[in-house]
């Protein structure tokens, strides 16, 4: 669906194409925020600006929003705003972004993954095109990633089904493959990630067992059929 959108915005000339979730809420005058950050701060600043993310207020819990950028060759670090943008992260979330049509000319979504991680393959993509991913700080969305629990400590889960950590765990075994000597240290962050994940089912969430199968299947190649 992403990719008929852009392929009707790109037929009508546009510069930057948008897209936004049926269960995301821009602010007001939030393109403007995003095109004035692009003018002011971005244009004519080193790479050219492939992707520019939002500010996202998560619904079911209060947190910073999460970005993260490579550091050195294999590392990674996290990155919260000390200005109005943020600049060389690996990804930022397809719902809110705002992609310059000078990409998208080049590279769309990747059907092929369906849903989870393809706003990560575009961005890592992009990445290895010569654009970069940015984030805007007065571009606010409110948006809600997965039914997201908090726990004590500041631990959270998003709780999702077997079948979708299936299909996650599968996507990202995917990426793992397609960007492990272009973006090595995207692949060992997202491998800590997931392992994070996988705990926090173990401990926290309920149908662990199910949710655990799902996720052997997925990386070990098998299939899945839900119980």
Avoid at 74 to 92: C, D, I
Avoid at 137 to 162: C, I, K, M, Y
Avoid at 207 to 218: P, V, Y
């Amino acid at each position: 669906a992403q990719n008929l959108g852009i392929a009707a915005a790109l037929k009508r000339k546009a510069d930057w194409v948008l897209l936004l979730d049926d269960d995301s809420l821009p602010e007001e005058e939030y393109v403007t925020a995003m095109l004035n950050a692009h003018l002011h701060y971005l244009q004519g600043q080193g790479k050219k600006t492939g992707v520019m993310g939002a500010y996202y207020e998560e619904q079911s819990i209060r947190r910073d929003p999460h970005y993260y950028q490579p550091f050195l060759r294999m590392g990674f670090r996290r990155v919260l705003f000390t200005g109005p943008v943020l600049r060389n992260l690996w990804y930022v979330p397809a719902s809110g972004s705002m992609i310059a049509r000078t990409l998208l000319e080049q590279s769309v979504m990747d059907e092929a993954l369906g849903i989870y991680f393809v706003d990560t393959d575009f961005c890592l993509r992009a990445r290895t095109l010569g654009f970069d991913v940015t984030a805007v700080r007065d571009a606010r969305l409110a948006h809600r990633f997965g039914q997201r629990t908090e726990h004590v400590l500041g631990v959270s889960t998003t709780n999702h089904p077997a079948l979708a950590r299936y299909r996650m765990f599968k996507n990202r075994k995917t990426l793992w493959k397609r960007y492990l000597w272009s973006e090595p240290g995207y692949v060992m962050f997202d491998v800590l990630r997931a392992m994070s994940e996988m705990l926090r089912i173990l401990v926290l969430e309920e149908d662990r067992n199910e949710k655990i199968r799902a996720i052997n299947a997925a990386l070990f190649g098998w299939s899945f059929t839900p119980r």
